[in-house]
């Protein structure tokens, strides 16, 4: 067997849910989980009607590449949303569909690594540990850059060596971040470019979060956004990762794209190919859909803003919690170790939320995520009010 499956780490679901064992908490109170990244509004059901309506897409094998028009749809919202030149995204050669950004990172690292003893892999940490398990098992070694309230929970690239650069083959970066939501500002990706371009490495920017934004006059900068922006409009080392997971409140679709640098798009087809990783027939024609339309998002995107509103005027009295630059998570500090925190809440309160310290290694001496808490406004208005009663009780009872 590869020896590398070794060294993946447990998955931070695994650790919660030893953390939780033994534990019988008050049964009179219904339990609410805010540890699971999963978007629970409702999905759009014009999708779901397309999606039901192309079935029959079923009866043939669909090409990797995917259909041309589902690439024209993510060709236009790209250059919608991001500002980008028409000209600059070729359907043929920038795009190309895949079954959620989740299996897209990981194949990412396996296609674009070039294995020897030197391979580095640069990653945030905290982080989604999806990262990590692709470095490994491309053969390199994952390096974390550490992402901690003194930079306003965003990356310091420039207190990386430049011994790590010249290492550096491929850096993710995740913007919105997961779990911080703090968005990477233009400036520094642009900054970031110009380091790919000197020492030769690719950037990965997982944006798979670029939806969920407060501020209707900012939403996140993207990366080909900052690239085009700077000339480099056929984003040379670039590539991005956006999903419909979270942003039209369809995790069960499986449906992302990733665009970006034509040469390198062409190899991550072909690794595609052998990989047999073809996005459904009929996902792709709901897809076209959920592209197509901003009228849900901007919808979802409102609640997401009520929710938080809510939650935070009901916890900050009592706790470190602020809004995020974007995303759905809360990433508070706790006064006490996240691991007791997030136990004693469970077992007072029934709530579950996520350890920090389980979204993050020791880095540069520290464990970034340690003594934080990762929270998802993902459930119902009604249910996040009711939690964030809860927590503050918790908070001032205990
Ligand atoms: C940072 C980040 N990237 C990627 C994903 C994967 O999302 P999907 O595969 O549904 O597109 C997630 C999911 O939680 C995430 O948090």
């Excluded at 009866?59 to 993510?74: F, M, V, W």
């Excluded at 006064?335 to 540069?364: E, H, W």
Aim: hydrophobic share 40%.
């Amino acid at each position: 067997m590869n020896p590398d499956l070794n060294r993946l780490h447990p998955y931070p679901f695994e650790k919660l849910a030893q953390l939780k064992a033994g534990i019988t908490p008050d049964k009179a109170l219904k339990h609410i989980a805010l540890s699971i990244g999963e978007p629970r509004h409702a999905p759009p059901g014009f999708v779901l009607e397309e999606l039901v309506r192309s079935l029959d897409k079923i009866a043939n094998y669909p090409l990797t590449k995917g259909i041309p028009e589902l690439r024209q749809s993510i060709a236009n919202w790209l250059c919608r949303r991001f500002k980008l030149p028409v000209d600059s995204v070729d359907i043929e050669k920038n795009i190309l569909p895949v079954n959620g950004t989740r299996e897209a990172l990981f194949a990412f690292a396996q296609a674009m690594i070039k294995r020897d003893d030197n391979a580095l892999v640069l990653m945030p940490n905290p982080f989604y540990q999806i990262y990590e398990g692709a470095a490994i098992l491309a053969g390199a070694e994952p390096c974390f850059y550490n992402t901690t309230a003194e930079t306003n929970y965003l990356p310091d690239f420039e207190a990386i060596s430049d011994e790590h650069w010249r290492r550096c083959q491929l850096i993710y970066i995740c913007t919105p971040g997961n779990p911080t939501g703090a968005v990477i500002s233009k400036q520094q990706m642009q900054w970031l470019i110009n380091k790919a371009e000197k020492f030769d490495f690719i950037i990965a920017s997982d944006e798979c979060y670029s939806e969920i934004y407060f501020d209707d006059n900012k939403p996140p900068c993207g990366l080909l956004e900052a690239a085009a922006e700077m000339g480099n409009s056929e984003y040379k080392r670039c590539v991005v990762f956006h999903s419909l997971s979270k942003r039209s409140n369809l995790p069960g679709l499986r449906s992302g794209f990733v665009a970006g640098d034509a040469q390198i798009m062409q190899a991550f087809l072909k690794y595609r190919t052998y990989h047999g990783s073809a996005m459904s027939g009929h996902h792709q024609y709901a897809s076209i859909c959920a592209w197509d339309d901003e009228q849900h998002v901007t919808e979802s995107r409102e609640i997401y803003r009520q929710k938080f509103n809510t939650v935070l005027s009901i916890l900050s009295p009592v706790m470190d919690v602020k809004l995020p630059d974007a995303g759905f998570y809360l990433w508070p500090r706790t006064d006490m170790s996240d691991t007791d925190f997030a136990q004693k809440l469970f077992a007072q309160q029934n709530i579950t939320v996520l350890p920090g310290q389980y979204l993050s290694r020791i880095a540069d001496n520290i464990n970034p995520g340690e003594n934080h808490i990762r929270m998802a406004l993902v459930a119902t208005p009604e249910e996040t009010t009711e939690a964030a009663h809860r927590i503050k009780h918790f908070l001032e009872t205990r």
